[in-house]
């Protein structure tokens, strides 16, 4: 690298993101410290995106700094959790000096959002691959984890689904249609994580989860770790414009089903707290759309308005298949 390991860390992330109170020491030590807030819970998790897994080589930098941390703090959200810090580990075939900055820009923009502080990261070299942890906080006892829900229970989802699906069809040549391209480029490259949402269900949802790998696997992990079944009704999917007509014309339930990368939330609430999640899906800038109901008996069944069943593809799993 033409630019040394220490000049790039000090040019580009020691000061990327505002500071908070909490953070006693960031970016520079052996190790960061951090307060937690007296009575908190931390919440943390990691995620990694590797090129030609998980973004195509010709992303854009930005798309990607902001789409790193977006998947991470989608993962706090489910939990109900507020963000606070995160940690970047980078490796990088070279340090481009315009790449970046592009990319902390993307990442920086975000985080700002958030009142996130980047406190501290590794940087290595080799084939590219962006690995952000994020730590978020919430009361005891108040997290939304995925073995909550009961049978009677309702499935609500945030946003709208495929999008990023049919983005990817789009890039691939495989679906063509000009006038929804920017939208859905958009929705596939600048996810928003769903932190509002997530934290205004605190002490409502019974269970919640991000839709990262396609909304049938991911209720599905919701379903088995309540060792429940669930009734969903495909007319009531909240879908864009773009996806609404691709599945008029294609009949394809799968891409709003089980397509991954639109990292909105798929909550479950009980009945009787139907009026209070209706009364938040209205000021929710995202939306919240009831899609179906729990019940006692296993698997996923999808109703048309027909009433037909429809088989729901198993979504994304990287071990799967044959690559
Ligand atoms: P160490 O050798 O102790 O692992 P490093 O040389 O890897 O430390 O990193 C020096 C400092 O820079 C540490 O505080 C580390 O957290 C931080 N750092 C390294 N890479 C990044 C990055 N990509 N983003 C933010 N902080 C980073
Ligand atoms: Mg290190």
């Known amino acids: 690298m033409s630019l040394s390991e220490f000049d790039l860390i000090r040019n580009y992330f020691s000061d990327l993101t505002l500071t908070r ?10 190790c960061a410290l951090l307060q937690v807030p007296a ?32 998947v991470n703090l989608s993962d706090l959200a489910a939990m109900g959790a507020i963000p606070a810090w995160v940690t970047l580990a980078l490796t990088l075939p070279c340090a481009d000096e315009t790449w970046l900055a592009e990319f902390a820009h993307g990442f920086a923009e975000l985080a700002a ?51 990023a699906g049919l983005a990817l ?8 249609r000009p006038e929804y391209l920017p939208f859905l480029r958009r929705r596939l490259a600048r996810p928003q994580p769903r932190l509002e949402a997530g934290q205004a269900l605190r002490g409502l949802a019974t269970a919640a989860i991000d839709v990262s790998d396609g909304l049938s696997s991911d209720l599905g992990h919701i379903l088995s770790a309540s060792a429940c079944g669930a009734t969903l009704h495909l007319g009531q999917l909240p879908l864009s414009p773009a996806v609404r007509e691709y599945v008029g014309e294609t009949g394809d339930w799968n891409l709003p089903l089980a397509a ?48 037909e069943l429809v088989e729901a593809d198993s979504g994304y799993d990287h071990f799967g298949g044959t690559d």
């Open 260 to 307: 991954g990368d639109d990292y909105e939330l798929c909550l479950v609430v009980p009945q009787k707290r139907q009026d209070e999640v209706e009364r938040i899906g209205l000021r929710l800038d995202c939306g919240l759309t009831w899609i179906g109901t729990v019940d006692r008996a296993s698997g996923l069944r999808c109703l048309t308005d027909a009433g």
């Open 39 to 70: 009575g908190k819970v931390l919440a943390v998790t990691i995620d990694t995106l590797v090129e030609k897994r998980h973004f195509s080589p010709g992303v854009a930098p930005a798309d990607l700094g902001h789409k790193s941390l977006a």
């Open 169 to 176: 069809l789009v890039e691939q040549g495989l679906y063509t």
């Open 21 to 30: 109170s909490d953070v006693e020491l960031g970016v520079g030590d052996d």
């Open 113 to 163: 959002l958030h009142q996130v502080a980047l406190v501290g990261g590794d940087t290595t070299r080799g084939p590219l691959s962006v690995t952000v942890q994020a730590h978020g906080f919430v009361d005891p006892g108040a997290a939304l984890r995925r073995d909550g829900a009961e049978p009677g229970d309702l499935i609500y989802v945030t946003g709208t689904l495929g999008d």
